[in-house]
Protein backbone atom coordinates (compact mmCIF):
# COMPACT_ATOMS: atom_id res chain seq x y z
CA UNK A 1 0.00 0.00 0.00
CA UNK A 2 1.16 3.73 -0.92
CA UNK A 3 1.02 6.39 1.32
CA UNK A 4 -1.40 8.97 0.30
CA UNK A 5 0.82 12.03 1.70
CA UNK A 6 4.09 11.17 0.15
CA UNK A 7 3.68 8.15 -2.78
CA UNK A 8 6.37 6.17 -0.49
CA UNK A 9 5.15 2.41 -0.53
CA UNK A 10 6.06 1.94 3.22
CA UNK A 11 3.13 2.06 4.67
CA UNK A 12 2.14 -0.84 7.80
CA UNK A 13 -0.39 -1.36 10.11
CA UNK A 14 -0.05 -0.63 13.95
CA UNK A 15 -1.41 -0.17 16.96
CA UNK A 16 -1.47 3.61 18.40
CA UNK A 17 -2.92 5.38 21.35
CA UNK A 18 -5.49 7.31 20.58
CA UNK A 19 -6.51 10.20 23.26
CA UNK A 20 -9.61 12.36 23.93
CA UNK A 21 -9.34 15.18 26.43
CA UNK A 22 -12.50 15.67 28.17
CA UNK A 23 -13.85 17.97 30.84
CA UNK A 24 -10.05 18.04 32.78
CA UNK A 25 -9.88 14.20 31.48
CA UNK A 26 -7.90 12.30 29.61
CA UNK A 27 -9.30 9.22 28.48
CA UNK A 28 -6.74 6.99 26.00
CA UNK A 29 -8.18 4.52 23.08
CA UNK A 30 -6.05 1.88 21.34
CA UNK A 31 -6.89 2.61 17.16
CA UNK A 32 -5.45 0.54 14.05
CA UNK A 33 -3.77 3.08 11.76
CA UNK A 34 -1.16 3.08 8.53
CA UNK A 35 1.53 4.84 8.88
CA UNK A 36 3.88 5.69 6.57
CA UNK A 37 7.72 4.48 7.35
CA UNK A 38 8.65 7.88 5.30
CA UNK A 39 6.76 10.30 6.05
CA UNK A 40 5.02 9.45 9.61
CA UNK A 41 1.53 10.09 7.95
CA UNK A 42 -0.78 7.99 10.14
CA UNK A 43 -4.45 7.04 8.11
CA UNK A 44 -7.35 5.94 10.72
CA UNK A 45 -11.00 5.06 9.58
CA UNK A 46 -13.64 7.23 11.43
CA UNK A 47 -14.97 3.73 12.13
CA UNK A 48 -11.70 3.47 15.21
CA UNK A 49 -12.22 6.86 16.42
CA UNK A 50 -16.01 6.28 16.92
CA UNK A 51 -14.82 3.33 18.61
CA UNK A 52 -12.82 5.24 21.03
CA UNK A 53 -15.23 7.62 21.57
CA UNK A 54 -18.15 5.08 21.99
CA UNK A 55 -15.56 3.37 24.55
CA UNK A 56 -15.11 6.81 26.81
CA UNK A 57 -18.55 7.42 26.47
CA UNK A 58 -19.61 4.18 27.54
CA UNK A 59 -16.98 4.94 30.81
CA UNK A 60 -18.69 8.18 31.61
CA UNK A 61 -22.43 6.49 31.73
CA UNK A 62 -20.81 3.70 33.82
CA UNK A 63 -19.37 5.88 36.46
CA UNK A 64 -22.34 8.11 36.57
CA UNK A 65 -20.47 10.78 35.65
CA UNK A 66 -24.43 12.65 35.28
CA UNK A 67 -23.27 16.42 33.37
CA UNK A 68 -24.68 18.82 30.96
CA UNK A 69 -20.99 18.10 29.05
CA UNK A 70 -21.47 14.20 29.57
CA UNK A 71 -24.93 14.16 28.29
CA UNK A 72 -23.37 16.17 24.81
CA UNK A 73 -20.42 13.96 24.58
CA UNK A 74 -22.49 10.93 24.08
CA UNK A 75 -24.96 12.42 22.22
CA UNK A 76 -22.24 13.10 19.15
CA UNK A 77 -20.43 9.78 19.85
CA UNK A 78 -23.80 8.11 18.97
CA UNK A 79 -23.83 10.13 16.22
CA UNK A 80 -27.36 11.72 16.77
CA UNK A 81 -28.78 14.58 16.21
CA UNK A 82 -30.17 16.90 18.98
CA UNK A 83 -33.61 16.13 17.01
CA UNK A 84 -33.39 12.62 16.79
CA UNK A 85 -32.48 12.64 20.21
CA UNK A 86 -35.41 14.37 21.34
CA UNK A 87 -37.80 11.99 19.43
CA UNK A 88 -36.19 8.85 21.29
CA UNK A 89 -36.72 10.64 24.30
CA UNK A 90 -40.04 12.19 23.71
CA UNK A 91 -39.10 16.22 24.07
CA UNK A 92 -39.10 19.34 22.09
CA UNK A 93 -35.38 19.34 20.38
CA UNK A 94 -34.94 22.91 22.32
CA UNK A 95 -35.37 20.62 25.84
CA UNK A 96 -31.95 18.84 24.03
CA UNK A 97 -30.59 21.89 23.44
CA UNK A 98 -31.46 23.67 27.01
CA UNK A 99 -29.77 20.44 28.97
CA UNK A 100 -26.81 20.50 26.59
CA UNK A 101 -26.66 24.39 27.24
CA UNK A 102 -27.35 24.18 31.64
CA UNK A 103 -30.34 26.92 30.45
CA UNK A 104 -32.86 24.03 32.46
CA UNK A 105 -31.40 21.38 35.01
CA UNK A 106 -30.51 17.67 32.73
CA UNK A 107 -32.94 14.87 33.20
CA UNK A 108 -31.09 12.10 35.47
CA UNK A 109 -33.27 9.48 33.71
CA UNK A 110 -32.34 10.85 30.00
CA UNK A 111 -29.19 10.82 30.89
CA UNK A 112 -29.31 7.83 32.06
CA UNK A 113 -31.16 5.96 29.12
CA UNK A 114 -28.36 7.69 26.72
CA UNK A 115 -25.99 6.18 28.63
CA UNK A 116 -28.05 3.04 27.82
CA UNK A 117 -27.76 3.51 24.23
CA UNK A 118 -23.85 4.07 24.21
CA UNK A 119 -23.87 0.58 26.00
CA UNK A 120 -26.07 -0.87 23.62
CA UNK A 121 -24.31 0.33 20.39
CA UNK A 122 -20.96 -1.26 21.96
CA UNK A 123 -22.62 -4.24 22.07
CA UNK A 124 -23.94 -4.14 19.08
CA UNK A 125 -27.56 -3.29 19.69
CA UNK A 126 -30.14 -0.94 19.37
CA UNK A 127 -32.02 -1.93 22.21
CA UNK A 128 -32.88 0.76 24.10
CA UNK A 129 -33.48 3.26 21.28
CA UNK A 130 -36.08 -0.22 19.70
CA UNK A 131 -37.95 -0.22 23.01
CA UNK A 132 -38.17 3.48 23.03
CA UNK A 133 -39.50 3.93 19.34
CA UNK A 134 -42.01 0.81 20.70
CA UNK A 135 -43.30 3.47 23.36
CA UNK A 136 -44.27 5.79 20.29
CA UNK A 137 -46.41 3.23 18.54
CA UNK A 138 -47.06 0.37 20.97
CA UNK A 139 -48.38 -2.61 19.25
CA UNK A 140 -51.81 -4.47 20.69
CA UNK A 141 -51.75 -7.70 22.55
CA UNK A 142 -53.72 -10.48 22.70
CA UNK A 143 -56.51 -11.15 24.97
CA UNK A 144 -53.88 -14.60 25.72
CA UNK A 145 -50.75 -14.69 25.50
CA UNK A 146 -48.23 -18.09 25.82
CA UNK A 147 -45.15 -17.42 27.69
CA UNK A 148 -42.18 -19.84 27.25
CA UNK A 149 -41.57 -23.21 25.32
Keep these: MKCAACGSGTVERRSEDHVIRFDGHRFTGRITA ?12 LGELAR ?27 GLTARELALDLGVAPETISRWENEERP ?19 SERTRDQLAATRAPTRLAKVIRLGP
Design 106 to 124: LDRLAWVTLAAMVRDRLEG
Design 52 to 78: VELEAARTLGDVGFVSSKSFRFMRHAL
Design 34 to 45: DVCRACGESLVT
